[in-house]
């Protein structure tokens, strides 16, 4: 599957932001869909995780409660609304397709481009 993230810009803290991320292929409502992020001199971390069926979810304790996962497989989309920025948001963020139900990047076998999130302060 191949992914294309979307949405990303700048935007000052306490606003908000929808990123997408668009799937080709027929299987994409077989994939657990997760969120990572890159801030800026830092690795690659773990934001949100949605299972194939959006039954389940999960977030990184410093956005839980800000941010929400969803998918759409009739779209074949992924989406993350993201509430009360802060400037610690700011960050490269992933989308990621993958077998397993994980918050580990290496579980995760197909990546979108990234898309740049800047929170002002």
């Known amino acids: 599957v191949q992914l294309q993230a979307s949405g990303g810009g700048l935007v000052q803290a306490g606003g908000s932001l929808r990123l997408s991320c668009a799937a080709s292929g027929r299987s994409f409502s077989s994939y657990n869909m997760g969120w990572f992020r890159q801030p800026p001199g830092k690795e690659r971390e773990f934001v949100a995780v949605v299972s194939p069926s959006a039954i389940s979810t999960r977030y990184v304790d410093s956005v839980n409660g800000r941010f929400t996962i969803s998918r759409d497989n009739a779209k074949n989309t992924v989406y993350l609304q993201m509430n009360s920025l802060k400037p610690e948001d700011t960050a490269v963020y992933y989308c990621?397709?993958?077998?397993?139900?994980?918050?580990?990047?290496?579980?995760?076998?197909?990546w979108g481009q990234g898309t740049l999130v800047t929170v002002s302060s």
């Open positions: 990621a397709a993958g077998r397993y139900y994980s918050t580990v990047s290496r579980a995760y076998d197909n």
